[in-house]
């Protein structure tokens, strides 16, 4: 084998190699934390009523200190009759934690507890 082949196919090793490292997928692994909230609502509740459900999670992460972000749009919930999902992420685990005793909190659940029938909730972190 020739010098000129073999540069030629060290040359393309490389390339392959570094096509493969820059296709490679890239992911972080946040500390902030998920809270991930599914619900049935009561049968009947209207939709005026669970709007504003929804809504108020977003006004309250505007007072809560920690929240970082809010998932809002449900597009798909499983469960039996399960009609929403939204999600609360938070900074790290000490703003979860005080995001219960929260007056903004409270507050929001005197028009989330009346028309909830059941929920459930995942917290996610790393």
């Not at 060290?10 to 500390?31: T, Y």
């Amino acid at each position: 084998m020739t010098l000129r082949n073999v540069c030629l196919s060290a040359a393309a090793v490389l390339l392959l190699g570094a096509g493969i490292l820059i296709g490679a997928n890239k992911f972080g692994r946040p500390q902030t934390v998920l809270h991930i909230v599914t619900v049935r609502f009561k049968p009947d509740t209207s939709a005026e009523q669970r709007q504003a459900v929804i809504d108020g999670v977003a006004t309250m992460a505007g007072k809560v200190k920690g929240i970082k972000n809010v998932w809002l749009k449900t597009l798909k919930v499983q469960g039996e009759n399960y009609n929403n999902a939204f999600v609360i992420e938070f900074e790290n685990e000490a703003a979860f934690k005080a995001y219960d005793n929260d007056p903004a909190h409270r507050e929001w659940e005197k028009s989330y507890l009346p028309v909830r029938d059941r929920s459930t909730t995942h917290d996610v972190t790393n």
